[in-house]
Every structure is written in C-alpha cells, then in structure tokens.
C-alpha cells in the first residue's frame, strides 16, 4: 500500500539547499509524516517527524501544507555526506508500528 | 549509547547451511523489528516483537525463517535451511513506544 509518492532521484549542489518533495494525499488525521536516509552500506536513519506543523532540528526542516496532503524535506546546507536515498513515510501512533518503506528519493550531492 | 548493535557484518555460507543473525536493540527499548533489504523489494518488515513477545511475523517468507528473543537486550533471525534467493541485507530496529526506530547497521547474507 503505497502512501507516498516521491521522485526517484535528485541532483543537488554541494552548499544549496536540497528540498525533497512528497505527496501523502490519503493521510489521515492521527498520521505523522517521518522522513528517513539510508547512506550507502548503513541502516536508515531517522532524520524528523511531524504532524500538522513544521519542524526543525539540527539535520533538517520539514515543511507539511495545511491540508496535510503533501510535505518538503529541507536539508538547508547539503553536504556531499548528504548523498543518499531519502524516505517519507506515513506512520500512525498507535498500532502503527510498519514502517511502510517505498522506493525513496536517491539525492545525489555534487561539488 | 552504542545503538543497534547487529552480528555479523558479513556472513558468506553455502546453499542449505543454517545460517544465525543477531541483534541487540538498544538498552530500554521494548520494541524489536527484523527487516530484509534487497534491490528488487526494497526494505520489508519481517517481524515485530514488543516486550519479548512476537506480535506480527506475518512478513516472515517461509518456515525456513525464525526469529526468537529471549530477553530485551537480544534477538536472533536464523534461516534453515538458507537458499541462494535468502541473499539480503537484514536490518534490525528497535524503539520506546512512539519514537522513531534506531536501526544497525544489518548484516549483508550472501548463500551460494
């Protein structure tokens, strides 16, 4: 069941600023929008999560419109270690415990 | 905080050996997942425990696949017997309630 829809792949400059978009149109009310990376040879990382309003921390910020049905992943200074394969997911908070991973976004940094 | 710690990094075995990964979540979280990665599914979730307990194994491919977890600070995922399509990454995950999942690194199983 896929619940989001990302584009496969990305370019970015190196220092730019890399915004990634998703599309969550059937999400409903009691689901978080979670973003993930996975580096080439590593587990997932977990980067940010929200609900209904944006968020920042140290690694990015996340932009979700008001009707929830779409939202960015904004790395403000991409570095080439931000190259990897970015996932959004849809994940409710109770019961919910599948992270649903589909194909991802792969963000190519560039010097 | 050392994070998930998985064993091995690399395991190579022949077609029809049984084959052992091992997992230990870190300390205080009560939730374990096993994934499987490969390029043609991507990342599949294989089975979910919650306090030691096995809730959901319903991703589990065969009855060559079982995992156990004994305690709350170690899980094993053992195939028996292995075949050449097992050849994955095997991630394992583990969280506190809502929080986001912590995965290791996986081990990278090649059967020949």
């Known amino acids: 069941d896929a619940k989001t829809t990302q584009p496969p792949s990305m370019d970015c400059a190196e220092g730019r600023a890399a915004n990634l978009p998703c599309n969550h149109s059937?999400?409903?009310?009691?689901?978080?929008v979670y973003w993930y990376r996975q580096i080439h040879s590593q587990g997932p990382q977990y980067i940010i999560h929200?609900?209904?309003n944006n968020e920042t921390n140290e690694m990015a910020s996340l932009i979700i419109t008001e009707d929830r049905k779409s939202s960015t992943l904004i790395l403000p200074h991409a570095t080439l270690r931000d190259t990897a394969v970015y996932y959004c997911?849809?994940?409710?908070?109770?019961?919910?415990?599948?992270?649903?991973f589909g194909a991802g976004t792969t963000v190519t940094v560039r010097a | 905080d050392a994070g998930v710690i998985q064993s091995p990094r690399h395991e190579v075995t022949e077609m029809g050996q049984e084959v052992t990964l091992r997992c230990k979540p870190i300390s205080g979280h009560n939730s374990l997942f096993w994934y499987r990665q490969t390029m043609m599914r991507g990342l599949e979730l294989l089975i979910y425990f919650n306090n030691n307990v096995p809730i959901d194994d319903s991703g589990m491919p065969e009855d060559r696949f079982s995992a156990k977890m004994p305690n709350a600070s170690f899980s094993t995922l053992k195939i028996q017997p292995s075949e050449p399509r097992d050849s994955a990454v095997y991630f394992c995950a583990s969280t506190q309630g809502n929080s986001p999942l912590h995965f290791g690194n996986g081990t990278r199983l090649t059967v020949t």
């Open positions: 929200g609900l209904k």
């Open positions: 059937t999400i409903s009310g009691n689901e978080y």
């Open positions: 997911i849809v994940r409710g908070v109770w019961n919910d415990y599948k992270l649903s």
